[in-house]
C-alpha cells in the first residue's frame, strides 16, 4: 500500500476547516448574539487579518487582503479531518 502523502493532509485538514467553519457560522445564524452558546462556541477563538494591499495598475486598482477566524467549530473540523485522513483509504 502506497503512503499517505503530505499534500494531501494538508488539503483534508484545509477542508476540514472549512467545513467547521462553515457549521459554526450556520449555527452562529441561528443563535441569539448574547447567547452563551454563541459566545463559547461560535465567537472567533483566534483572529487574523492581513492587508489590505493596493496594487495600483494606473487603469485598475486592485484591492487583496484576508481574514482567518477559527472558531471552535473549526478545531472540531480540523480533528474530524485528522481522524478521516488517518483512518481512510
Not at 457549521?23 to 448574539?33: H, I, M, R, S, V
Not at 493596493?54 to 473549526?74: E, P, Q, Y
Amino acid at each position: 500500500m502506497r503512503g499517505k502523502s503530505i499534500g494531501r493532509l494538508i488539503i483534508t485538514l484545509f477542508v476540514g476547516l472549512l467545513i467547521g467553519g462553515a457549521l459554526g457560522q450556520l449555527l452562529g445564524l441561528f443563535l441569539p448574539a448574547d447567547h452563551i452558546v454563541a459566545k463559547a462556541l461560535v465567537s472567533p477563538l483566534l483572529v487574523y487579518e492581513a492587508g489590505p494591499w493596493d496594487l495600483n495598475l494606473m487603469i485598475i486598482v486592485l484591492t487583496f487582503g484576508f481574514d482567518i477566524n477559527i472558531n471552535f467549530f473549526s478545531i472540531l473540523g480540523i480533528v474530524g479531518a485528522w481522524y478521516y485522513h488517518k483512518y481512510s483509504y
